[in-house]
């Protein structure tokens, strides 16, 4: 077997504990089956995927409900090409359209339109419906917390600060 990345030479791996491996596998079940479930949702409640929905959220809290792409990018977490792609599927629905930017030539702003906020207004309850009763529901008030807090500490690893960070927004 190869070396794995990180480890020195001659070095083992730190191969997962059984626990871990439960931990592990007990969490790509569960998010791969939520993503799964908010998916279906969606598509069967307004005909989207669950990352249009989290686009058109965005874009909704923001002021004037628009954002650079780049930010937009930024925020779900996906690569430029891939917001690019969406957004044309928003635009072509009518409840997104692009701006350029007047500061500079190369950047444009995504817009929620009315319509779009509409969709969004009419698609949020039985969002929150959905995301209430897989998650919510089933945690009490302090597994929420921990889970809360055991994201955050994930997300801020794999989030490194400073340049040459290969993240998907910068990609």
Not at 21 to 50: C, F, K, N
Not at 54 to 76: F, H, I, N, Q
Not at 132 to 138: E, H, K, L, P, Y
Request: charged fraction near 30%.
């Amino acid at each position: 077997m190869n070396r794995a990345p990180g480890n020195p030479p001659g070095q083992e791996p730190r191969w997962l504990t059984a626990e871990e491996q439960h931990v592990w596998r007990s969490y790509i079940q569960a998010s791969t089956l939520l993503e799964d479930h908010l998916d279906r949702q969606l598509q069967r409640d307004a005909g989207m995927p669950h990352v249009y929905y989290g686009l058109l959220v965005k874009l909704g809290e923001s002021p004037r409900r628009r954002l650079r792409m780049t930010e937009l990018a930024r925020y779900a977490k996906i690569t430029r090409s891939r917001l690019s792609h969406a957004v044309a599927r928003l635009e072509k629905n009518g409840w997104v359209r692009r701006e350029d930017c007047p500061s500079d030539k190369r950047g444009q702003f995504a817009v929620l339109t009315d319509e779009g906020y509409e969709v969004l207004a009419r698609t949020a309850p039985g969002h929150v419906d959905a995301v209430r009763q897989a998650v919510f529901d089933r945690l009490t008030p302090e597994q929420q917390k921990s889970l809360g807090e055991i994201m955050r500490i994930v997300a801020e690893g794999l989030e490194p600060g400073g340049t040459g960070a290969d993240l998907p927004w910068l990609r």
